[in-house]
């Protein structure tokens, strides 16, 4: 199965320590294991624009849909064999320390 981790940010949680950021051992693990797919961080939430047609026509409204402390700040994509694993996979992410991992299976077209 393949999911979507969206890694996300929290004003609740632990303060960031870098020396704690293992993302790279994090990366390399899955990607010997041929488990990750695919990822990325992204811009800040200033840098988004929300699309959507109304009546026919093209709305853009700056920065993010949904107004939060909590800002999307990146995503991996990875195959598993299951929740149970992708759950795994998420816990072991520097970012589930201190921000959130909200993990969606991902919804084939096929």
């Not at 961080?41 to 939060?68: I, N, Y």
């Not at 996979?89 to 077209?109: D, L, T």
Request: hydrophobic share 40%.
């Amino acid at each position: 199965m393949e999911f979507l981790l969206l890694i996300c940010t929290d004003p609740t949680a632990p303060e960031y320590v870098p020396a704690e950021d293992n993302i790279e051992e994090w990366v390399s693990e899955l990607e010997a294991r041929g488990a990750r797919t695919g990822g990325d961080r992204l811009r800040p939430a200033s840098d988004a624009v929300t699309v959507a047609v109304r009546g026919g026509e093209t709305v853009v409204s700056s920065g993010p849909f949904v107004e939060s402390d909590d800002r999307l700040a990146g995503f991996d994509t990875i195959r598993c064999a299951d929740l149970d694993e992708a759950v795994a996979i998420a816990a072991k992410h520097p970012m589930a320390k201190f921000g959130r991992i909200e993990i969606r299976p991902v919804w084939s077209m096929e």
